[in-house]
């Protein structure tokens, strides 16, 4: 298994990112200064210009290795571009003495700016071929200038020639400064993986590579890859051509897959553990929109959507704003057009469709929105502050508020980059839910190590919704011992694991209780009315008089109404034996009784023996007899039944 990637030697792992104009020298001085041309494809070495992503690495002087993803400077490939920039830690901004700054330069610039790229190294290439000192001062004041307000405000200029080799041990070293400066990236216990090649490679099968964040993979790892939710196993681990047995986060990493197909594969997915990443097509951001941008962003536009290695079309929604003029910023929601695996903090890239242009960024506030929002709603905005500016306990409760209810697990698995896990200090997420709990503003619905919670709102509103749903269930249908449970779990819109949650809260806290199938309010017991019980009592007396032959379900539904039937029934007034035949409770316990007495005696009993036992028709005591057949009482050998052997509580009757 083969490719350019970065490893490490002994501490952090970085990546860093070719930027700039087309024909500035980027692949030239990747190759000058690693010896690996990163331009792979036939067309690029012909044409002698990168087309899609390259990858190569370096050695720093102090021994470190760093990865390098070479993109593409022409304007048509400027999406491609787009797919490597995204996991770098600082840019190596390409800029060519003798033309200078130049419309990609500048879009390349923003883009790095947007992405918050904070930091790099500017390279001014190519001055070999400049004479006029005066010159190269003109060009560094411009590009000091073209920087001034952007993440590479502070980077440092290195002339160089990749022809002549003047000054390239001076950008290493710069580099080397550069990224001792970037703090290492964190593990997160959640990986993720954008894919930005997939291949077949003879003797190893599918390959994908890319930049790991959030975390590591080990060998024989089993992996999802989403959005498709594809299942796979890591057969191997590449790093910079070495073969390794955990991938750390930050470093260029290739995984051989077992399982999968590149069929199955495109650039943009994304390779994690299974239940880390849920696919989204609705997303709520942070936009800033380019002060360059040719027209104003208008509620509805189409756009092309770019995250990680991912590129998709977008419907923009305008949340506050009727429209965002170029400079300004605001709240979107957008609809992509496809599933994405996108991820709280994850940053992104607006471009226009025609012409096409790169139009802005930002940041993604709440990957998994419940709904799509209203417009113009103030409280929809102060939630999605909260959640930027907010502390890791603030983030924590809003999230929570938007989820409803969530496990412990999954809430702190949706949370942003900058709200880690368990980093064992103030911005431990951990330590802020536990916080929340005994601060009594999160509810733990549940006693486990990983329980169900809903902020105390939540909890408060879920509640008086059961009980008016319960209230509303017992007045239409009085007769009732209570509501479904699923019906009741329906009607709060809650999947199964997390409504059982709830429920298990409502009834410890003594608001419902919950009966197994059916659940009703604590202080609610099926009664009939006068009339109702007056008519029950005559259907009774007229079963009395003739206990073996009863009137069937359907003539009592009709007598007597199919509510006031089922209440007897669930109140043990009548049994019913079969879907036609009913006896009174004295009179099912005798039958029980001289079945069993019979079989005891006689060792068996046919249908007949039993219609001569009990004077009866047919009809009576088949339904008895296969009532004791399916309750495992009794049990059939050819005509006749014999007793099962198992025992009851009518058996002691």
């Not at 030239?28 to 690495?57: C, H, S, Y």
């Not at 553990?273 to 800033?288: A, E, M, N």
Request: net charge negative.
């Amino acid at each position: 298994m083969v490719c350019g990637l970065s490893s490490v030697v002994g501490g952090a792992m970085y990546v860093i990112g070719t930027a700039g104009h087309v024909d500035h020298g980027k692949s030239t001085l990747v190759q000058a200064l690693t010896g690996i041309n990163p331009d792979r494809l036939k067309e690029e070495q012909e044409r002698e210009m990168t087309i899609d992503l390259g990858f190569a690495w370096l050695t720093l002087p102090n021994g470190e290795s760093v990865g390098i993803v070479d993109v593409p400077g022409h304007i048509d490939f400027i999406e491609n571009m787009l797919a490597g920039v995204g996991g770098i830690d600082a840019a190596l901004f390409v800029i060519a003495a003798d033309e200078g700054v130049m419309p990609q330069t500048r879009e390349h610039l923003a883009i790095l700016d947007l992405l918050g790229i904070n930091g790099g190294v500017i390279a001014l290439t190519k001055i070999d071929l400049v004479t006029d000192p005066e010159w190269l001062d003109l060009v560094s004041a411009e590009i000091m200038e073209t920087v001034s307000h952007t993440v590479l405000a502070d980077a440092p200029i290195v002339p160089v020639s990749a022809r002549t080799g003047q000054g390239l041990d001076e950008l290493l070293k710069a580099l080397q400064v550069c990224l001792a400066e970037r703090p290492s990236r964190p593990d997160l216990g959640r990986p993720r993986l954008p894919i930005d090649r997939a291949f077949t490679m003879t003797g190893f099968g599918t390959v994908v590579t890319g930049t790991l964040s959030d975390g590591t993979f080990t060998l024989g790892q089993e992996v999802e890859i989403q959005p498709q939710g594809l299942r796979a196993r890591i057969r191997g681990l590449q790093t910079h051509k070495r073969k390794i047995e955990r991938a750390v986060p930050g470093s260029r990493v290739a995984i051989n897959l077992a399982g999968v197909s590149p069929a199955d594969l495109k650039r943009g997915d994304v390779v994690t553990l299974p239940g880390v990443l849920r696919p989204t097509q609705l997303i709520d951001v942070r936009f800033r929109h380019l002060p360059d941008a040719p027209r104003p962003l208008r509620h509805n536009a189409e756009v092309k959507f770019f995250s990680g290695a991912a590129e998709v079309v977008a419907i923009v929604r305008l949340l506050g704003d009727d429209s965002l003029a170029p400079g300004e910023s605001g709240w979107l929601q957008l609809r992509l057009a496809r599933p994405l695996a996108l991820a709280a903090g994850d940053r992104f890239i607006l471009r226009a469709t025609s012409p096409p242009a790169t139009i802005g960024g930002g940041v993604i506030v709440d990957p998994h929105p419940t709904r799509r929002h209203r417009r113009f709603q103030p409280e929809v905005i102060a939630r999605l502050e909260a959640l930027v500016q907010g502390t890791p306990t603030e983030v924590l409760f809003q999230t929570l508020e938007q989820q409803g209810v969530a496990q412990a697990s999954e809430l702190l698995r949706r949370l942003p980059p900058s709200v880690p896990p368990r980093a064992g200090g103030e911005g431990d997420a951990q330590a802020a839910l536990d916080a929340l709990i005994q601060g009594g503003r999160v509810i733990a619905l549940t006693e486990s190590p990983d329980p169900f919670l809903a902020s105390r709102p939540t909890w408060e509103r879920l509640a008086d919704e059961i009980h008016t749903t319960l209230a509303a269930y017992h007045r239409a249908h009085p007769l009732k011992r209570g509501m479904p449970r699923e019906e009741l779990r329906s009607r709060l819109r809650l999947e199964a694991r997390a409504f059982q949650a709830v429920l298990s809260r409502a009834a410890a806290e003594g608001r419902v209780v919950d009966q197994g199938a059916v659940v009703r309010l604590p202080d609610f017991a099926p009664r009939l009315t006068a009339e109702q019980e007056r008519q029950a009592e005559a259907f009774l007396a007229a079963c009395r008089r003739d206990p073996y032959a009863t009137p069937s379900v359907k003539e009592a539904a009709a007598q007597i109404g199919p509510d006031v039937l089922q209440f007897l029934v669930e109140q043990g007034r009548l049994v019913q034996v079969s879907e036609e035949v009913l006896f009174l409770p004295e009179t099912y316990q005798a039958m029980v009784a001289g079945v069993r007495r019979t079989i005891e005696e006689k060792g068996s009993i046919t249908v007949a023996q039993a219609r001569d036992l009990f004077n009866t028709s047919r009809k009576y005591v088949l339904a008895l007899l296969e009532h004791l057949d399916r309750e495992g009482r009794t049990q059939r050998v050819g005509d006749a039944r014999v007793w099962s052997g198992r025992q009851t509580a009518d058996d002691k009757l």
